[in-house]
């Protein structure tokens, strides 16, 4: 049974940086896709950042415009935990924060897929993100 837990989260002022990790059990990052994604009451989950499976070369990162630049995924080299370093952060970042893994039914045609919630099997229950100017 696969499981994603995410932590990390909190209430910070504007221009502050938080590390929210996600660890999986049941679960290897790098065998697929995986991605972090936000919510905020009454909007549509909206993908922030994906990362590559693990390769003989190297991982390749996607982000959406919003979080470029400020927001880094990465992975431990074990891959059994999921990172999203998050600097200067805004508060329109507030939100509840979800890790998801496993992009194996995605719909391949969008060109977005990457980081569209529904090209995604497995989802932690989140963490909450406060960002207060």
């Known amino acids: 049974q696969v499981r994603l837990m995410e932590s990390g989260g909190g209430s910070v002022e504007a221009g502050k940086s938080l590390r929210l990790s996600c660890e999986a059990s049941?679960?290897?990052?790098?065998?697929?896709?995986a991605g972090w994604f936000r919510q905020v009451p009454g909007k549509e989950r909206e993908g922030v950042a994906a990362?590559?499976?693990?390769?003989?070369?190297?991982?390749?990162?996607y982000y959406a415009d919003s979080v470029m630049g400020r927001f880094t995924v990465s992975r431990d080299s074990a891959g059994n935990t999921l990172y999203l370093q998050m600097n200067v952060l805004e508060p329109e970042d507030t939100a509840m924060y979800y890790c998801?893994?496993?992009?194996?039914?995605?719909?391949?045609?969008?060109?977005?897929?990457?980081?569209?919630?529904?090209?995604?099997?497995?989802w932690g229950q989140g963490t909450q993100v406060t960002a207060s100017s």
């Open positions: 049941g679960y290897t990052f790098g065998d697929s896709y």
């Open positions: 990362i590559s499976p693990r390769s003989s070369t190297s991982s390749y990162t």
């Open positions: 998801a893994a496993d992009t194996s039914s995605a719909n391949l045609n969008d060109n977005k897929w990457r980081l569209r919630p529904s090209s995604y099997k497995y």
